[in-house]
């Protein structure tokens, strides 16, 4: 009896396995290579998910490269990574103390060139002053050696005076005006200085330049 129901119990395990396999190969059959696995169930209604795993690098869509007009030693640095700065907004200070005496040296430039152009000024000036005072030496000497050789030569006309003393006249006069002439031509120098006096212009007008430059730096 015992042998029976234990024949029983056996039979009875063996088709239980032998249904869950057929079950199993019900759920996953598939019919033909290559064909995709699908499982029966029960149609419910529910959210459909798609995922996608990769593995990369994040790119940014916009990269900006920020850069100052001048390089230097950064004394201040007011923003970080990934922080959100808007525009006109200081994000680094530059150290002020090389800009600060740039501004110096540019000062004290236009300062020396300013001084030069004034010295050039007083000079041709000083030098016009010269020649209008040799012309009016000059002039006023050939004036009145210009009345003595007048007079020289009528007395001499009339044998009053001596050929040496009408010959010592007219010498005199002649140098007063070859003088004259001289001192006249001396003006073209002052058209030299006044080259000297366009070029000290000009380096003043560079020596502002450079301290506006500066300054805009500093």
């Known amino acids: ?43 419910k209604k529910g959210e459909i998910y798609s995922r996608v795993s990769t593995t990369g690098s994040v790119n940014p869509v916009l990269s900006v490269t920020v850069s100052t007009q001048e ?21 680094a200070k530059l150290d002020q103390d090389l800009f600060r005496a740039e ?13 030069n152009l004034a010295k050039e000024r007083a000079g041709v000036q000083m030098q016009k002053d010269r020649i209008a005072a040799a012309i009016d030496e000059s002039q006023a000497s050939f ?21 040496y003393e009408f010959d010592s006249v007219k010498a005199e006069w002649e140098m007063a005006a070859s003088r004259l002439k001289d001192s006249s031509a001396r003006i073209d120098e002052t058209k030299v200085k006044q080259s000297a006096i366009m070029s000290a212009r000009a380096k003043v007008k560079i020596a502002e330049a450079e301290l506006e430059l500066t300054e805009v730096k500093f």
Not at 73 to 86: A, C, G, H, P, S
Not at 103 to 115: I, N, P, S
Request: glycine residues 8%; positive net charge; charged residues 30%.
């Open 71 to 91: 390089s230097g030693t950064i004394r201040e640095l007011r923003v970080d990574v990934n922080m959100q700065v808007k525009k006109g907004e200081i994000i």
């Open 1 to 43: 009896m015992k042998k029976k129901r234990y024949i029983i119990i056996m039979g009875c395990l063996l088709v239980l396995i032998v249904g869950s396999f057929w079950v199993r190969s019900q759920l996953f059959a598939v019919k033909e290579p290559g064909q995709i696995p699908f499982q029966l169930a029960e149609v």
């Open 103 to 115: 501004v110096l040296q540019a000062e004290a430039k236009l300062a020396d060139a300013h001084a």
């Open 143 to 163: 004036g009145k050696l210009g009345e003595e050789y007048k007079r020289s030569k009528k007395l001499f006309k009339r044998d009053l005076i001596s050929r």
